[in-house]
């Protein structure tokens, strides 16, 4: 089975500007979690999806958004880019309802000029 | 809301020591808790888990974790350090539902 794709690896936006991010999940998981990884700071949490429908929601802005397709691919937006989002965006995938294991992409690396 | 405390954003152990790395919990509803691993320019792996039953976990690579609920504490030991132990290491909670927590890691550092 392929694992969690995600992409692209690496971006560069300036601020004011906004950004794509895609996740592929494992065949069969119909959950997606979105990460923000930054120094520090550990994993903020900033979404699930379950069946195209977001379960959960992290405390971030509304400029974060995401969805997820009836594949159970999912993309996360982020609009008017701050230098602050610069961030690696991880994105998991969920096995069984609970997530009682997640499996992680490698990421996205974004960085905000 | 749940939430987890790492104790420790960096622990050095030598190669052949006892690795130990501590997690407390906040949950409103018994949890289910969690160990990812992180290795250099690579997403997380889960080492071992807890969502019911023996409350002592064995994981990969030899490494363990008990959950005592009266402590609310789910710390990873690993009985002798190697090397390729050196990563980042997050403790994660979730209250059953679908919504996982992490720390903010532990860097793990061996000495040769």
């Known amino acids: 089975k392929a694992g969690v794709t995600q992409t692209p690896r690496y971006l560069i936006k300036t601020r004011g500007q906004q950004v794509t991010l895609s996740c592929s999940p494992i065949?069969?998981?119909?959950?997606v979690s979105w990460y923000q990884q930054t120094p520090g700071q550990g994993l903020q949490f900033l979404f699930e999806?379950?069946?195209?429908?977001?379960?959960n929601k992290g405390n971030f802005p509304g400029r974060f958004s995401g969805r997820q397709f009836s594949n159970s691919r999912s993309e996360m937006n982020v609009s008017t880019l701050e230098l602050g989002d610069s961030a690696l965006y991880l994105c998991?995938?969920?096995?069984?309802?609970?997530?009682?294991?997640?499996?992680f992409g490698s990421g996205t690396q974004l960085s905000v000029l | 809301a749940q939430s987890v405390t790492q104790l420790g954003s960096h622990v050095s152990v030598s190669e052949g020591a006892l690795v130990l790395l501590r997690c407390n919990y906040s949950?409103?509803?018994?949890?289910?808790l969690f160990w990812y691993v992180q290795y250099p320019n690579q997403g997380l792996q889960l080492l071992l888990k807890?969502?019911?039953?023996?409350?002592l976990v064995k994981g990969i690579n030899g490494f363990e974790a008990e959950f005592k609920k009266s402590e609310t504490s789910f710390h990873l030991t690993k009985p002798s350090a190697h090397m390729s132990d050196a990563a980042e290491y997050f403790c994660?909670?979730?209250?059953?539902?679908?919504?996982?927590?992490f720390g903010k890691g532990t860097r793990l550092h061996i000495l040769p």
């Open positions: 998991a995938s969920g096995e069984g309802a609970t997530n009682e294991k997640l499996f």
């Open positions: 065949s069969g998981h119909r959950s």
């Open positions: 999806y379950f069946s195209e429908t977001q379960r």
């Open positions: 949950s409103s509803v018994p949890p289910y």
């Open positions: 807890y969502t019911t039953g023996a409350t």
């Open positions: 994660a909670v979730s209250d059953r539902g679908d919504k996982i927590i």
